[in-house]
């Protein structure tokens, strides 16, 4: 049975709309999240792990930087894995080294202690490392990697043990609104009256918002990106996040059970299709081998895809969307919104809860797109 009314509906069952309803359940509010598959189907379970405060603006660093503190509370309370086990961005000339400075001195200005190291610093974090092109690296011991399947899990449980009500297999088909306010939602079980709602359906959101007759425009588009895991090997011989951007906007790191997962640039789109292809399997291979050549031993046993939901400079759209009262969004990650997703949480909470928050929330001003004021493109990986 799904519930007659409700103060709030999150629409999205990923991380994001996880850790909201969470979020805000925790606070005590009344809160139902419909999720049309199952938690996680989305983005979320396709996602490469990391978690990394290494950004290039100042909002993104402090909002890390808060997400990490909760990534580390939340593992520790719930017992989920989040390892701190750091970042490691590969440099191999000056230009690079010279953004690099400038987004360390950002990321300092904060209190997150990343600094340049030396090839040699870096072969000794990582030893199978080819450093013979290396020229420097941007390390932050403090970035990390959770398993999003543990993570999200875990948040979905707890929600519900702080009251949410999580309904799997319940699709939203639209609105019901009058004058500008919404006064329920449309689902293929039925009508939930609500008078507060969040987009946090990622890939998906540009459909529910031309549900909501949202007249500003959102661009988000879903564009495919693929990932890879080998075999497993022994565990602790890739302990961070290593990142070429001049190897194909490769990203790499080893997983729990000791395979090594990651991704490159590779993108197609945009496109609801999801079919793994052979072009990636080829690039992630020659890629993987030139920044860790040991790496050409290893059996690939699986490919995938997943969505990036991207939005014209790689920042998500979050907050209160005028024109309709009160629909609010979360949505248009570009890849990196698994790590976002506990202080996003915290921002949409604070904006349903207390209509302003401590975060530096109004960078991802989803009507930012329609005044043409974009933001610096964030770094993106893959
Ligand atoms: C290969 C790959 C690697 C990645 N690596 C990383 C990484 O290392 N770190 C990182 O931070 N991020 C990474 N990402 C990005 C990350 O996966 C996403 O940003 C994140 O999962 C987004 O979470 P979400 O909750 O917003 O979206 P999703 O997980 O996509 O959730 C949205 C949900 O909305 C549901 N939905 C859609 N329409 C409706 C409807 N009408 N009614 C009800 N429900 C609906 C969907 O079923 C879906 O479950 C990666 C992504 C990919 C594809």
Known sequence: MIPEKSEIVVIGGGIVGVTIAHELAKRGEEVTLVEKRFIGSGSTFRCGTGIRQQFNDEANVQVMKRSVEL??????????????????????????????????????????PTRLITPEEAKEIVPLLDISEVIAASWNPTDGKADPFHSTT????????????????????????????????????????????????????????????????????????????TQPIKRGTIKPMVISFKYGHAYLTQTAHGGIIGGVGYEVGPTYDLTPTYE???????????????????????????????????????????????????????GHGFMMA????????????KGKTEL???????????RGELRTVALQMG
């Open 71 to 112: 990534w580390k509370k939340y593992s520790e309370e719930y017992g989920f894995k989040f390892e701190q086990t750091g970042y490691l961005f590969l440099l191999y000339d000056d230009e690079e080294v010279e953004i690099f400075k400038q987004n360390i001195k950002i990321q300092n200005k904060f209190g997150v």
């Open 360 to 370: 530096p929330v109004e960078w991802y001003d989803p009507h930012r797109f329609e």
């Open 342 to 353: 506990p202080a996003v949480a915290e921002m949409v909470a604070d904006l349903i809860t």
């Open 280 to 334: 990636f399997l080829r690039e992630v291979s020659y890629y993987f081998s030139k920044i860790i050549p040991a790496l050409k031993n290893l059996l690939i046993l699986r490919t995938w895809a997943g969505y990036y939901a991207k939005t014209p400079d790689s920042n998500p759209a979050i907050g209160k969307v005028e024109g309709v009262s009160d629909y609010y969004i979360a949505a248009g990650f570009s």
């Open 154 to 229: 875990a948040f979905a449980l707890k929600a519900k043990e702080y009251g949410a009500k999580i309904l799997e297999y319940t699709e939203v088909k639209g609105f019901i609104i009058e004058n500008n306010e919404i006064k329920g939602v449309k689902t293929n079980r039925g009508v939930i009256k609500t008078g507060i709602v969040v987009n946090a359906t990622n890939a998906w959101a540009k459909l529910i918002n031309a549900m909501a007759g949202i007249k500003t425009s959102i661009p988000i588009e879903p564009y495919k990106h693929q990932a890879v895991i």
